[in-house]
């Protein structure tokens, strides 16, 4: 078997009925019965490992968004790139394109131009991270619309996706649903409740208990995630 991007604390226990991971910030701890044979717990620790990754990885992002806000000082080889409530980090490489382009494979690639200097790439890097994301953030934002709208009829005349610096969200008088691209970087779930939020003003044009009852209708648990923005919006709106 290949080697773990990750280590791990084995803890037997006369209680565990079965193996089981526990994933914490920044350790990962498996817990297996005393007659378990390690060959096996390990088998299940790499059947495990993309979950594993993935766990540590939004762990990481919670922590940084909490204590270190979104921007990174300097766009370059190894910078931390939020997307989807994870942390990617970047790799560089240089490209005979006239503009930087980015590209999202298990990553962010910038593919930066050789005909730039040393000092130009991280604004460049910085550009191309954004309009990717913009594009990135119209698909999502479209598939949730088509998601939700239905089931109420929650129709929106169209579906813009803005650069704002005080606003979430917004839904028009002629029910054109905008909605901030930096949406894009937090938590899946978080920008799904920003649409439907948006979505539900539609029918009702206020912040009235008819309207939670909409909003929660579509997403039961909506007050978690309203709450991630209220705590880490501010860190949020600071981009890129």
Same mark, same amino acid.
């Given at each position: ?36 044979? $390690? ?8 059947? &495990? /490992? *993309?979950?594993?990754? @993935?766990?540590?990885? =939004?762990? +990481? ?80 934002? $479209? ?8 089931? &109420? /009829? *929650?129709?929106?005349? @169209?579906?813009?996706? =803005?650069? +704002? ?76």
């Amino acid at each position: 078997m290949s080697a773990l991007p990750f280590t791990y604390l084995l803890r037997r226990s006369q209680r565990a009925t079965r193996v089981r991971i526990v994933v914490k910030p920044g350790s990962v701890e498996v817990v297996a019965p005393p007659k378990v044979p $390690e060959s096996k717990i390990v088998q299940f620790i790499h059947a &495990k /490992q *993309l979950w594993i990754m @993935s766990a540590l990885g =939004k762990m +990481q992002a919670k922590g940084h968004f909490a204590n270190n806000g979104v921007a990174a000082i300097v766009y370059g080889h190894g910078a931390d790139v939020f997307y989807q409530g994870r942390i990617y980090q970047l790799a560089t490489k240089p490209s005979k394109l006239k503009n930087a382009k980015v590209e999202f494979v298990d990553g962010f690639i910038a593919h930066v131009p050789e005909s730039l200097r040393v000092e130009q790439h991280s604004d460049a890097i910085k550009g191309a991270l954004e309009r990717w994301m913009k594009k990135q953030a119209k698909v999502h934002v $479209e598939h949730l619309v088509n998601r939700h709208a239905p089931r &109420k /009829q *929650l129709f929106p005349q @169209s579906i813009k996706i =803005k650069t +704002q610096k005080s606003r979430w969200g917004s839904c028009g008088i002629h029910n054109d649903i905008n909605i901030n691209w930096l949406l894009v970087m937090a938590p899946e779930e978080v920008l799904e409740y920003v649409v439907v939020h948006e979505l539900c003003h539609i029918q009702q044009r206020n912040h009235s208990r008819h309207f939670w009852a909409l909003v929660e209708e579509h997403l039961p648990d909506y007050q978690q995630h309203r709450v991630w923005l209220k705590k880490h919006g501010s860190h949020l709106m600071r981009g890129l």
